[in-house]
Nanobody, 119 residues
Framework: QVQLVESGGGLVQPGGSLRLSCAASGIIFSVYAMGWYRQAPGKQRELVATILGGGSTNYADSVKGRFTISRDSAKNTVYLQMNTLKPEDTAVYYC?????????????WGQGTQVTVSS
């Protein structure tokens, strides 16, 4: 049974920083990709950033230059460093993982962590 456990959300003032973490646990043979999505109230879930198994990254235009995705492959953990946060970054942030497991390839979501940017 694979689980994704997120941490690091919270309340921060505009211009501040937060670091999100997502650890994948269970029997994992390899990681195709891990990433972060977010969903603000009344809006659809949207991609924030992804990192592929080979290390290449992709960012939403709205976060380029402010957010950085990274990973610790040995720990099957992905991080999202968020700098210069804006009120419009307020959302529930979800971790996503595309993994190779015993029965083949499967996709998983974390439970979500709230990020609130407000003065």
């Amino acid at each position: 049974q694979v689980q994704l456990v997120e941490s690091g959300g919270g309340l921060v003032q505009p211009g501040g920083s937060l670091r999100l973490s997502c650890a994948a646990s269970g029997i994992i043979f390899s990681v195709y990709a891990m990433g972060w999505y977010r969903q603000a109230p009344g809006k659809q879930r949207e991609l924030v950033a992804t990192i592929l198994g080979g290390g290449s990254t992709n960012y939403a235009d709205s976060v380029k230059g402010r957010f950085t995705i990274s990973r610790d492959s040995a720990k099957n953990t992905v991080y999202l460093q968020m700098n210069t946060l804006k009120p419009e970054d307020t959302a529930v942030y979800y971790c996503n993982a595309d993994l190779r497991i015993i029965r083949g390839r499967d996709n998983y979501w974390g439970q979500g962590t709230q990020v609130t940017v407000s003065s």
